[in-house]
């Protein structure tokens, strides 16, 4: 396999989810203070990041520079932000992201978003944890239902 570079890049601070969206008795459409963001976000990428379109699985690490000491929900942020690097075309699409981290940084003026993006690591597999317990009446049965993997109706049945 190729080595594949890392990127980094800047970005405005992004307006949440809740703000990205407006409703109307038409629908609901993306708000003009998301238009806006879109707008200037992709002229940022495409400014440090000239004619780069990425193909592959994906690592995404945020770090959120919010404007001020207001209570935030970093992942509210992401679905600005994401679409924003799609519109770019830096990525195809944002289903090519495998793993995303979002970091709270230090408050900056006017608020900031760094990005760094590099190749997805490996596929995690899936090991359930042991639940339940062997020696009663719910053998093989866990907490809420769940099986072990001692269950042959375990989807992850390992014998």
């Known amino acids: 396999m190729n080595e594949i570079d890392d990127y980094e890049f ?18 609901v459409f993306i708000s003009k203070a998301g238009r806006l963001f879109r ?7 495409n400014e ?6 990425l193909d592959f699985r994906l690592l995404v690490s945020i770090v959120l520079y919010p ?6 929900d970093v992942d509210n942020y992401m679905k600005a932000l994401l679409d924003a690097i799609t519109h770019s075309r830096f990525i195809d699409d944002d289903s090519q992201i495998d793993q995303l981290f979002i970091y709270r940084g230090e408050i900056v003026n006017g608020g ?10 490996p596929v995690i597999p899936c090991y359930l944890p042991l639940w ?6 719910n053998r093989g049965k866990g907490i809420g239902g769940f099986y072990s993997l001692s269950t042959p109706r375990c989807p992850y049945y390992y014998p």
Do not use: C, H
């Not at 339940?132 to 009446?137: V, W």
């Open 112 to 121: 900031l978003v760094k990005v760094e993006i590099s190749e997805a690591g």
């Open 39 to 45: 707008e200037k976000a992709i002229q940022e990428i």
């Open 132 to 137: 339940g317990d062997a020696g009663t009446k």
């Open 48 to 53: 440090q990041m000239p004619a780069v379109n």
């Open 10 to 27: 800047y970005m405005p601070f992004p307006p949440t989810v809740n703000s990205y969206y407006v409703k109307t008795r038409n629908g």
């Open 67 to 72: 404007p001020d000491k207001r209570k935030r």
